[in-house]
């Protein structure tokens, strides 16, 4: 690890260094017209190892809305020192400073003669670490002592009835100090920054006892953990996913981000225990657990399903909305681009949040250009819309990838409607085109079925009988139709998600419906 000591050091110090007074940074892009962007901000450099071994060094800005704390962002720190797969390295001393940076990637080979020549003669840094640790636990050991002492001191003061906040009879309290999680976020971020500041989330991160795993997926497992008392879900990552974590952290900092069907984002941290990395990304935890697991035991009444079909298509609408604040704060538009009901929680109020960001880019308004180098083929095979299997979609029109969350949202739907109970009449649950492809279809069936003979999730034959006497029935005609407008083969004929929550809500707002709500 020694090798590496210096190289990081110097990063971290060039991330501090300040720019010019006057103008903004400009900073080598290659993504941008002319290989250049500008920004308020850092530059960075980013070296990833390509699934085929190729490292691919990226060049881009990162804007001061996305620097969090702003005198030192977490998305400047690599996870693991000796990182085999990705690495991130800012600056700002100069106009293009990134240019002339080229992280470097630790060789997976010498991995091992590291570890045994670590363990046959210590080097300076474990023996700084070791310094450390004294010194630590020195500090460690008098706050105990004035702990305790306080404690005994204030047990004598005490009544008899009732029990001190940290003896070992208290309740576990959701809220300890009278601060909760909620209250913290909306206290630092008006409830609608970029997140809390990094020293924050990593003192939340780092206080959270891991209770069970609730899910597993591509990058890892997904925890319930608790924080003084309440529930969270602490989404894990292995050291080879840094890409995800990174891509994902950074996702949900965008400032103007959250939202109450948005998945709330409280912290992201990684953890180096000397023998491998964890990394953390805790967010809100939801007791239902996915939209899929929902539906795959609970069937809905008409209200339930409009509450949530509304929900979704708020949050979806929230993402792919661009939004000015009163204090020069910009949301950027973003589309998700893995839109589906896994990818969806289900509140306690029967409303749902959006998560799983992992994939999602965000548009850039000044240069009409999306953040990432985009793989045209990104999400699950079974949403993606027929542009987007037959590598059709215009990548240099944001609104494409927006109109391909739209088909998924359309298949969505349709997974809540078939479980939808009318009359103790409703479907079991399935997936979209359960009937037409195999349980996992390869990128060439899925094409046969969507693009050459586009076909489409089977319509009920009660759901499309448009003389139905049935208030129900006709709620499930509309939601048929809207449906269809999700899932057109040309993608432009498609609803905007702004215009499908408009439909929604005029939906519900039914008087008769109303009473049901």
């Not at 971290?12 to 400009?26: M, S």
């Not at 208290?170 to 997140?195: K, N, Y």
């Not at 408009?502 to 939906?507: R, V």
Request: proline share 4%; with cysteine; charged share 20%.
């Amino acid at each position: 690890m020694s090798s590496y000591v210096p190289a990081i050091v110097t990063v971290l110090f060039a991330c501090l260094q300040t720019t010019a007074v006057n103008g903004l940074l400009l900073c080598h892009c290659d993504i941008c017209p002319g290989n250049r962007c500008e920004t308020d901000g850092m530059c960075f450099t980013t070296t990833s190892l390509m699934p085929n071994g190729v490292k691919m060094h990226s060049y881009r800005c990162l804007d001061k809305m996305l620097m969090n704390p702003p005198e030192n962002p977490i998305l400047c720190h690599s996870a693991n020192p000796v990182n085999d797969t990705f690495v991130v390295w800012c600056c700002k001393d100069r106009d293009m400073c990134n240019k002339d940076l080229s992280p470097q990637l630790a060789d997976r080979r010498l991995r091992g003669e590291k570890n045994s020549s670590q363990s046959m003669e210590p080097s300076t840094d474990v023996m700084m670490i070791v310094l450390y640790v004294v010194v630590a636990l020195g500090l460690m050991t008098v706050a105990v002592v004035a702990a305790m002492w306080l404690r005994k001191r204030n047990k004598m003061s005490l009544p008899l009835h009732g029990c001190a906040e940290d003896s070992i009879d208290a309740p576990d309290h959701p809220i300890l100090g009278g601060v909760s999680l909620r209250d913290m976020i909306e206290m630092t971020t008006s409830g609608s920054g970029s997140g809390l500041p990094l020293l924050v989330q990593r003192s939340i991160a780092r206080q959270i006892q891991l209770v069970e795993i609730i899910g597993k997926g591509r990058f890892g497992e997904v925890w319930r953990g608790r924080w003084r008392g309440e529930n969270v879900a602490v989404k894990i990552f292995s050291s080879r996913e840094e890409r995800s974590w990174f891509r994902e952290a950074e996702i949900y900092q965008t400032v103007m981000l959250r939202h109450e069907n948005i998945l709330g984002f409280i912290a992201a941290d990684n953890k180096d225990n000397g023998t491998w990395t964890q990394l953390w990304l805790v967010t809100d935890y939801h007791e239902n657990g996915s939209l899929f697991d929902y539906l795959s035991r609970s069937t809905v009444e008409i209200a339930g399903m409009i509450r949530m079909a509304l929900s979704i298509a708020t949050g979806l609408a929230h993402l792919h909305m661009e939004i000015v604040g009163t204090q020069g704060q910009c949301k950027p538009a973003i589309a998700h681009r893995d839109l589906k009901s896994k990818n969806i929680l289900v509140k306690l109020n029967g409303t749902c949040a959006i998560g799983d960001l992992g994939l999602a880019v965000r548009h850039d308004v000044a240069t009409d250009t999306v953040d990432i180098p985009l793989n045209n083929r990104v999400g699950t095979k079974r949403y993606m819309a027929p542009e987007v299997l037959e590598e059709a979609i215009n990548i240099n029109h944001f609104d494409s990838f927006k109109r391909a969350d739209v088909y998924a949202l359309g298949l969505i739907f349709w997974e809540i409607a078939r479980r939808c109970n009318v009359g103790g009449i409703h479907d079991e649950y399935q997936l979209p085109f359960y009937d037409m492809v195999p349980s996992d279809p390869t990128i060439e069936e899925m094409r046969k079925v969507v693009c050459i003979d586009r076909q489409r999730p089977s319509i009920p034959n009660r759901w499309q009988s448009i003389e139905a006497v049935c208030l129900s029935l006709q709620v499930l005609h509309s939601m048929s139709k809207v449906m269809k407008e999700c899932w057109y083969h040309n993608a432009a004929a498609r609803l905007t998600a702004l215009r499908i929550k408009k439909t929604l809500a005029n939906l519900g707002a039914s008087e008769d419906l109303k009473l049901r709500l």
